[in-house]
């Protein structure tokens, strides 16, 4: 697995924090997530994927998440991450991430606090 720092690339800078591009396989996922996105797509393979058991709760809004008509858009905000070595730790966002991942995109833009 690449570095995620190696991996980026910085998509806007605003004010206050760059907004970076990284892969979701750079980001470390939790049991939770694993478990939101097996439920919605059985098949996902997450052998690429570091998985931890973080003892968050469970996602329970990602039905509303992944309504881009109750949204209005398709574009979610960036997620906010902390670099923890290779891997981004997610600081807020889990739902969008769990969303990426059901929706079987590549990437997701993250704000490193």
Same mark, same amino acid.
């Given at each position: 697995?690449?570095?995620?720092?190696?991996?980026?690339?910085?998509?806007?800078?605003?004010?206050?924090?760059?907004?970076?591009?990284?892969?979701?396989?750079?980001?470390?996922?939790?049991?939770?997530?694993?478990?939101?996105?097996?439920?919605?797509? @059985?098949? &996902?393979?997450?052998?690429?994927?570091?998985?931890?058991?973080?003892?968050? &709760? @469970?996602?329970?809004?990602?039905?509303? *998440?992944?309504?881009?008509?109750?949204?209005?858009?398709? =574009?979610? @905000?960036?997620?906010?991450?902390?670099?923890?070595?290779?891997? *981004?730790?997610?600081?807020?966002?889990?739902?969008?991430?769990?969303?990426?991942?059901?929706?079987?995109? =590549?990437?997701?833009?993250?704000k490193v606090r």
């Amino acid at each position: 697995m690449a570095s995620c720092i190696e991996d980026s690339i910085i998509v806007k800078v605003t004010q206050d924090k760059e907004i970076m591009k990284v892969s979701l396989k750079s980001l470390i996922i939790s049991k939770q997530i694993q478990n939101t996105v097996l439920k919605y797509n @059985p098949d &996902f393979n997450f052998d690429d994927y570091l998985i931890e058991d973080d003892g968050t &709760f @469970p996602l329970n809004k990602i039905d509303s *998440m992944l309504n881009d008509e109750l949204y209005g858009k398709k =574009d979610r @905000p960036p997620i906010y991450v902390k670099k923890s070595g290779e891997f *981004m730790i997610i600081m807020n966002g889990r739902h969008r991430v769990a969303r990426a991942l059901i929706l079987n995109m =590549d990437d997701i833009e993250v704000k490193v606090r």
